[in-house]
């Protein structure tokens, strides 16, 4: 099982730029040496990339994968804390989408994301009128590198070990709706359905979705408070 690890891990680490790598290590050394096992972990698979993110979702959700529940904690905290991309990047993504500049689009725009998932991040911001809504934008190249990660996971997870054997479902499952995740308009159709079948029970509180300013980069929705389905006792992939 320690085998399968080191070989997604040692491959992952291998993709990335030589500075980056630099980088991770500067970051992990000081986790390590704290025996900050779980942080550890969470560092090394949001910075390999958004497969091992997700990887990494997996494996918080799993106890009898991960023994320790501090250590799988810091995993399921991948789910709305991976790393983030630069406003100036979201910027790009939204101005080539919309042919817009920001600021002819939203009078406010938060570049702080208050969530980043594996292959997106979601902001704050504020449309022309002054009406609230939350935007979630697709980081760039991310489907890409997601595409990339699985795929040398996959290999990885060829091991005969149990954890490569318990691992199988969960990354044959994220290898199947990644396309689908890096295309916003199937969220948008299902924030859709939800809409619809919730009609009928207003305490279920459903955004509603901005269809003018909407893409398959970003999505632009009302804003509806609630509680993250982590905070539910429920896991996420």
Do not use: C
Request: hydrophobic content about 40%; proline content about 5%.
């Amino acid at each position: 099982d320690r085998l399968f690890l080191v070989n997604i891990f040692t491959a992952g680490f291998a993709e990335l730029p030589s500075a980056k790598r630099m980088t991770l290590l500067q970051g992990l050394t000081p986790l390590i040496q704290g025996s900050k096992t779980g942080e550890a972990m969470a560092h090394l698979l949001g910075a390999l990339g958004p497969g091992y993110v997700k990887l990494g979702q997996v494996l918080g959700n799993r106890p009898d994968l991960v023994r320790k529940e501090s250590d799988r904690d810091e995993l399921i905290k991948l789910a709305e804390a991976a790393p983030a991309i630069e406003l100036s990047a979201g910027r790009k993504v939204v101005e080539a989408e919309l042919k817009k500049p920001l600021e002819q689009v939203f009078r406010k725009f938060d570049p702080i994301p208050i969530g980043v998932g594996s292959i997106g991040q979601v902001h704050r911001a504020e449309l022309m009128d002054g009406t609230p809504v939350v935007v979630k934008v697709i980081k760039p190249g991310a489907e890409g590198a997601l595409v990339r990660n699985m795929t040398t996971i996959e290999k990885g997870s060829e091991g005969t070990g149990q954890l490569a054997k318990a691992l199988k479902p969960g990354i044959a499952e994220i290898k199947r709706i990644s396309s689908l995740e890096a295309d916003l308009r199937y969220e948008a159709a299902a924030i859709k359905r939800a809409e619809i079948n919730f009609a009928n029970r207003p305490e279920e509180n459903v955004p509603v979705v901005n269809d003018q300013l909407s893409t398959s980069n970003i999505l632009v929705e009302s804003v509806a408070e609630g509680r993250a389905v982590t905070e539910m006792g429920f896991g996420m992939t």
